[in-house]
């Protein structure tokens, strides 16, 4: 895709921005295909959500089928969306300007038209964030982006079952210190919201990572019925944080071996993101 003047990579999603009103998101998810997303994608579909629709085409992305629309709503914003894809995948990029500025509207919509797709390719999860992880040491290695979150499995396998044991790193950032305590009680209550019971907290501790501040416990009890153990990691820097989380069923102590292999190789880049 071509880069916008004035854009550069977003801090906080996958795409780029101008500013918080300015941006083009990109939406890749896992398991998706575009005759089961593109079903809806229609002009009536945006104009029953009080959207006005000033254009609307079927296309193509390279060998891809693609429909695309242009639309603006009440609020005073234009978007744009493009969403294409095969019976094995769907991508879909959205953007948002003023309707006020012609100028920067053109340049999203002439930027969510450029867009090339590759499925050869594979990614570097790395790119655009503000940290790097080394998965050649562990077991665990990267599979997918859900969202912001960063996904690993045992050799990158897309495809896991509830048995599996999972990694995940998610970015986020703070604008104050948060505390160990505020960590703990913040996690407990996502955990007993998934239906975990007998919550235990153990091996709890302040840490340095690589010179990086970061809190490190073990959290177990029962998901589902079945034994559990989390093993989560919070790392921070200069405002931005990320949450490392390990989950596992089976084998904990081999597994939380691994899982602290490819935590701890964790690093925040020295500059941009």
Not at 120 to 131: E, L, R
Request: proline share 3%.
């Amino acid at each position: 895709m071509i880069m916008p003047q004035g854009f550069k990579y977003a801090k906080e999603f996958m795409g780029i921005e101008k500013d918080d009103k300015t941006f083009i998101k990109i939406y890749d998810p896992y398991e998706s295909d575009y005759n089961t997303s593109s079903a809806s994608f229609s002009r009536p579909m945006f104009e029953n959500k009080g959207l006005d629709v000033f254009t609307f085409k079927v296309s193509n992305v390279g060998k891809y089928p693609a429909k695309y629309a242009g639309m603006k709503s009440s609020t005073g914003y234009k978007n744009f969306e493009l969403l294409f894809g095969d019976t094995t995948f769907s991508a879909m990029l959205f953007g948002h300007c003023s309707v006020n500025d012609a100028d920067v509207s053109k340049a999203i919509e002439d930027a969510i038209l450029s867009v090339k797709y590759d499925k050869q390719i594979k990614a570097d999860p790395y790119v655009h964030n503000y940290f790097t992880i080394n998965d050649t040491i562990s077991v665990f290695k990267f599979s997918k982006f859900t969202g912001e979150v960063l996904d690993y499995s045992v050799n990158g396998n897309l495809k896991t079952g509830d048995k599996d044991a999972a990694f995940t790193v998610t970015p986020f950032s703070i604008d104050k210190p948060i505390t160990d305590k505020d960590i703990k009680k913040s996690m407990e209550e996502i955990y007993k919201q998934d239906g975990m019971t007998g919550i235990k907290v153990k091996n709890e501790s302040d840490a340095k990572i690589n010179g990086y501040d970061a809190y490190e416990s073990e959290v177990y009890g029962k998901m589902n019925g079945k034994q559990t153990m989390i093993y989560q990691l919070t790392v921070a820097k200069d405002g931005k944080a990320l949450l490392i989380m390990g989950i596992t069923k089976t084998d904990f102590d081999k597994n939380l071996a691994e899982f602290k292999k490819l935590a701890y190789t964790v690093n925040f880049k020295t500059t941009g993101k």
